[in-house]
């Protein structure tokens, strides 16, 4: 307990789905799961983990609720405690917040996986310095310190610096914080590379640290029709 895993990608790569694909496993392992939402809809997070649970495509997932919703079915009736025996185990919580309301909320729901998506969406203390890499760093070590407190995993979404991919030193990638390469014990920056499959994009998220294995860079594609990442070795099979 108490892993920080730092993860930037570009724009639509599937930062979140992935997020969302660690979490849930977390959460099928009766770890329960505290998702910090910088931008995107709780309603909207809340569908996409449905399509998770389930392993369903948005289209499915839709055409299945409408068939459904007209029978009382012993299927509808399953689908429901699938989703409902997990209730418990997964909080949403919407920004604003500060690394204090995190800490509060990690102990009010005992969270042992935490999600912020996104580290830049997280507001300055009062008084707190206004240089943005200073206000970041800040951040970096006040969730160092809860991950050590309270045994909590992390995973830390970051944005990504624009052209950063081209430097030497990928960690500059993570936009906003020096503090990133010393604080992580599993840091990711996705790429999208180019693909045998036209239709489908290949995605290498690449490990630049793990302090505590070797480093293995993770080489996938997105399954629109389960709504998860997949070796992308199984795409050629």
Same mark, same amino acid.
């Given at each position: 307990?108490g892993?920080?895993i &730092?993860?930037? /990608?570009p ?5 979140? #789905?992935?997020?969302?694909?660690w979490a849930?496993?977390?959460? $099928?392992?009766k770890h329960?799961?505290l998702?910090?939402?910088g ?8 569908s996409r983990?449905?399509?998770q649970?389930l392993?369903w495509?948005?289209e ?7 068939e ?5 079915s012993l299927e509808?009736?399953d ?8 209730g418990?185990l997964?909080? &949403?919580?919407? /920004?604003?917040?500060?690394t204090e309301?995190? #800490?509060?909320?990690?102990q009010a729901?005992d969270?042992k996986? $935490?999600?912020i998506?996104?580290l830049?969406?997280?507001?300055s203390m009062?008084?707190?310095s206004?240089?943005s ?7 970096v070590?006040d969730?160092?310190?809860?991950a050590q407190k309270k045994g909590?995993?992390m995973?830390i979404i970051?944005n990504m610096a624009?052209?950063?991919?081209r430097?030497r030193?990928?960690?500059n990638?993570?936009k906003?914080?020096?503090l990133i390469?010393f604080?992580a014990?599993?840091a990711f920056?996705g790429?999208?590379?180019e693909s ?5 994009p290949?995605?290498t998220?690449?490990?630049l640290?793990?302090?505590h294995?070797?480093?293995?860079d993770?080489d996938?594609y997105?399954d629109?029709n ?5 070796p ?6």
């Amino acid at each position: 307990y108490g892993t920080k895993i &730092f993860l930037s /990608a570009p724009p639509a790569s599937g930062k979140t #789905s992935l997020a969302l694909q660690w979490a849930t496993y977390a959460m $099928l392992q009766k770890h329960k799961v505290l998702w910090m939402a910088g931008e995107m809809r709780l309603k909207d997070l809340r569908s996409r983990l449905f399509q998770q649970l389930l392993g369903w495509s948005k289209e499915k997932v839709k055409r299945k609720d409408e068939e459904l919703s007209n029978r009382d079915s012993l299927e509808r009736k399953d689908l429901v405690k699938r989703i409902s025996d997990y209730g418990d185990l997964w909080q &949403f919580v919407e /920004a604003p917040f500060t690394t204090e309301n995190i #800490s509060e909320w990690v102990q009010a729901h005992d969270a042992k996986f $935490l999600v912020i998506d996104y580290l830049q969406t997280i507001r300055s203390m009062e008084g707190a310095s206004t240089n943005s890499i200073d206000r970041l760093d800040t951040i970096v070590s006040d969730l160092t310190e809860l991950a050590q407190k309270k045994g909590v995993e992390m995973l830390i979404i970051s944005n990504m610096a624009k052209g950063e991919m081209r430097n030497r030193n990928l960690f500059n990638a993570f936009k906003g914080s020096s503090l990133i390469e010393f604080s992580a014990d599993l840091a990711f920056v996705g790429q999208i590379e180019e693909s045998s499959n036209k239709r489908v994009p290949r995605v290498t998220f690449k490990c630049l640290k793990n302090r505590h294995n070797e480093s293995v860079d993770i080489d996938t594609y997105f399954d629109k029709n389960t709504q998860r990442f997949r070796p992308y070795r199984d795409l050629n099979e």
